[in-house]
């Protein structure tokens, strides 16, 4: 069986997205030429679009799927979970050293399917949520936003994110060239490096290994 790249992945991706109703959703940069305005900040005028966020990640999950790269487990939802259309999957790669996935979706502004968090590892720790903020003023149109989601997937898959779990809900979550950092006010670059060479650093360390060939 021949190896799965990355290119091939994104090949997936983009010929079951085309094939989606959702991919006839598309909208341009709020303001590509000027600063936002103080009112965007507190303004979604239309949440529905926001649904490309969803139907974007089912497509990475059936897509992996189709590959041979992972199984696809439908989770329950738990009875302290609020919102609106909350759904959960995991989707466990066939690489053995390469860490589950959980992908959530959730609504903003009630419309389910419009956010997406995504957890590595069991039990898993949040490393990205796509839109981080759906208000008009972050607004930078559908192809960013897309964008963002494959970036997001491909970052947390392909085999070179560290995620530093520490007390009192500290985090590191780092990839080749960024890191964001929760309750870290230093060492975090000397944490980043030590949890690549295998040191376990504070209290959960996880190095995620590529779910395709490298």
């Not at 609106?84 to 609504?107: D, N, Q």
């Not at 960013?144 to 898959?157: P, S, Y």
């Not at 779990?165 to 960024?178: L, N």
């Amino acid at each position: 069986m021949a190896r799965v790249t990355l290119a091939d992945v994104r090949h997936a991706v983009d010929q079951e997205w085309a094939v989606r109703p959702e991919s006839g959703i598309a909208w341009p940069d709020r303001h590509p030429d000027r600063a936002p305005l103080t009112e965007e900040y507190s303004r979604v005028t239309d949440p529905e679009r926001y649904r490309v966020v969803g139907a974007r990640a089912a497509t990475w999950a059936s897509a992996l799927v189709r590959l041979g790269l992972a199984r696809s487990e439908p989770l329950t939802v738990p009875p302290d979970v609020v919102g609106v259309g909350v759904e959960r999957v995991r989707l466990v790669p066939t690489v053995p050293v390469a860490l589950p996935l959980e992908i959530t979706t959730r609504s903003l502004e009630d419309v389910p399917g419009s956010v997406v968090d995504l957890a590595l590892g069991a039990p898993p720790v949040d490393v990205g949520i796509e839109p981080d903020c759906g208000c008009d003023a972050c607004d930078t149109g559908s192809a960013d936003l897309l964008g963002a989601v494959d970036d997001a997937f491909v970052r947390v898959l392909g085999g070179d994110l560290v995620v530093v779990v520490g007390p009192r809900d500290r985090k590191i979550v780092a990839s080749s060239d960024e890191w964001s950092a929760a309750g870290w006010t230093r060492g975090v670059d000397d944490a980043i490096r030590r949890a690549r060479r295998g040191e376990r650093v504070g209290d959960r360390t996880l190095v995620s290994a590529s779910w395709w060939a490298v």
